[in-house]
């Protein structure tokens, strides 16, 4: 008779899981995963093997649950009610660069700073940066390698200054969390709780030209960014817009890159490109932001060109991506910018590819539909519309005991004890889906809700790719 208990299950899908781990590293000739080194591994920044990213998605969730198991409810509540202060340390430390101090020339990589000394190179308090850094340290980011001294490690290298993942406490950690602070009045006040308007997002409660009504919210609200005397009306899109806005703009364009990279480029050469890339086709990114998909993706397009259409100034930022990664791409044609708003005709009639990344979960169901009806008016038979984006599982338990038929492999669905869209593995993903709320009044959907909306574009689906990555791609065609 098999063991049906909680704790034994989930040991044996740490055990196994961890065991293909090492497996697929010995095979790639490759080292275990380190924390304590102040370098990234092979896998954090490429792609890593279809068993491994499997391997790893089973390991993280089981421990994730195996945590929620045995952890003392309340404190589990009060420790993520508190959860804010880590957005707020992250954000201190980009602020600081601190993650450079550590990483000068003078500085044993090994063996960090006496935090007297990192205070006094940042201009900060000691006592007060020393119980900053010790939280991070709990959270592995950063390392505490005698008492009072700290040192970089694999996760805050990704906090120095021009890595991409830097910019992130910087509209996170900033705007993100101070839209935050209206969340739930915004979800509550009647003016605006039933509201799909991108205007009426949390962010416009805080940023924009509205406050809660919520008497026990009342709170004055700053209208003005920090620097400026402008106050910032509307939305996320205007805000950026702003020329005093421009660290936001730049950080949002580069926090794009960041959530593309997060699990290597690679995970797109798991979509069958060579449907597609014919002699003289055009593949059109709309909302590219600075193209990096396409300069993901050159390396197996052998003939096709893309067309990356943005918002003028974010063409220009693209343009100078590509100059500083890739600029014969630029030289030779491969690449090209267009501006161009999405809410308008797609100029680009007949491609063999439309892409639209991350774009939809940006915009509430009017918009989103206006945006798919215009690239459904370009599109020709044999023109695909493919839709990257996050698709929201829904979080099922499981039954209290192990299924008695062996389980279909060809499901989605994770292994028993495991809620079955893999619980906390998604933990991005369900950031994102409030994110969307928090910042767009926009929603991340479930398959059912995309195909709806393809339905009312008069579009349908062809197929789901599942990739290396967070994000599935949605195959789309007009309809016949």
Same mark, same amino acid.
């Given at each position: ?134 939280f ?8 505490e390698? =005698?008492? !009072?001294?700290?040192? #970089?490690?694999?996760? /805050? &290298? ?9 910019? @992130? %406490? ?32 949390p ?65 797109y ?19 590219? =932001?600075t !193209?990096?998909?396409? #300069?993901?993706?050159? /390396? &197996? ?8 259409q943005? @918002? %003028? ?25 267009q ?12 491609a ?85 709320? #928090? ?28 990739i ?13």
């Amino acid at each position: 008779m098999s063991d049906t208990s909680l704790l034994s299950s989930l040991l044996n899908l740490i055990t196994t899981a961890t065991c293909s781990l090492q497996s697929e590293l010995r095979g790639a000739g490759l080292p275990e995963p380190w924390i304590d080194n102040a370098a990234l591994h092979p896998w954090d920044e490429e792609t890593p093997s279809k068993k491994y990213w499997d391997a790893r998605r089973t390991l993280i969730s089981a421990l994730g649950m195996m945590t929620a198991v045995v952890q003392n409810p309340r404190e589990k509540i009060i420790c993520d009610d508190l959860g804010y202060h880590h957005s707020a340390a992250l954000n201190f430390i980009v602020n600081t660069h601190m993650a450079d101090v550590l990483a000068a020339p003078d500085v044993d990589e090994r063996i960090g700073l006496p935090v007297s000394e990192i205070a006094r190179r940042t201009g900060t308090h000691p006592a007060k940066t020393e119980r900053v850094l010790r939280f991070l340290c709990m959270y592995h980011t950063f390392q505490e390698t =005698s008492p !009072g001294v700290f040192a #970089n490690n694999k996760v /805050s &290298v990704c906090l120095k200054e021009g890595h991409p993942t830097a910019e @992130l %406490p910087l509209i996170w950690a900033d705007v993100g969390f101070r839209s935050a602070t209206a969340f739930s009045a915004t979800l509550r006040d009647p003016q605006t709780a039933h509201s799909m308007r991108i205007e009426d997002a949390p962010f416009g409660a805080v940023f924009g030209n509205h406050t809660s009504k919520s008497t026990s919210e009342s709170e004055s609200i700053p209208k003005s960014v920090p620097g400026t005397t402008s106050p910032v009306r509307g939305t996320i899109f205007e805000f950026l817009s702003r020329p005093e806005s421009e660290v936001y703009r730049s950080a949002f364009a580069k926090t794009m890159v960041t959530l593309d990279i997060m699990n290597g480029a690679l995970g797109y050469h798991d979509l069958p490109w060579d449907r597609w890339d014919k002699e003289g086709a055009v593949f059109v990114e709309a909302g590219a =932001s600075t !193209g990096h998909l396409s #300069n993901d993706v050159l /390396s &197996v397009v052998k003939h096709a060109k893309f067309i990356n259409q943005d @918002l %003028p100034e974010v063409c220009l930022q693209g343009e100078k991506y590509f100059a500083e990664n890739n600029a014969e791409a630029i030289r030779s044609g491969r690449v090209k910018f267009q501006p161009n708003d999405f809410f308008t005709e797609q100029p680009v009639k007949g491609a063999a590819i439309y892409i639209l990344s991350n774009i939809i979960h940006d915009w509430p169901d009017n918009e989103a539909l206006k945006i798919l009806k215009h690239i459904g008016d370009a599109m020709i038979p044999t023109s695909r519309l493919l839709v990257m984006e996050i698709v929201i599982v829904p979080s099922l338990s499981q039954s209290r005991s192990p299924p008695s038929a062996p389980v279909d492999q060809n499901t989605n669905d994770a292994p028993w004890p495991l809620p079955k869209d893999y619980g906390i593995v998604n933990r991005y993903p369900h950031h994102q889906s409030m994110e969307m709320i #928090n910042t767009f009044n926009g929603l991340d959907r479930t398959l059912d809700e995309y195909v709806a909306l393809f339905q009312q574009s008069e579009l349908e689906l062809v197929e789901v790719h599942r990739i290396r990555k967070l994000v599935s791609i949605m195959e789309v065609k007009k309809k016949a």
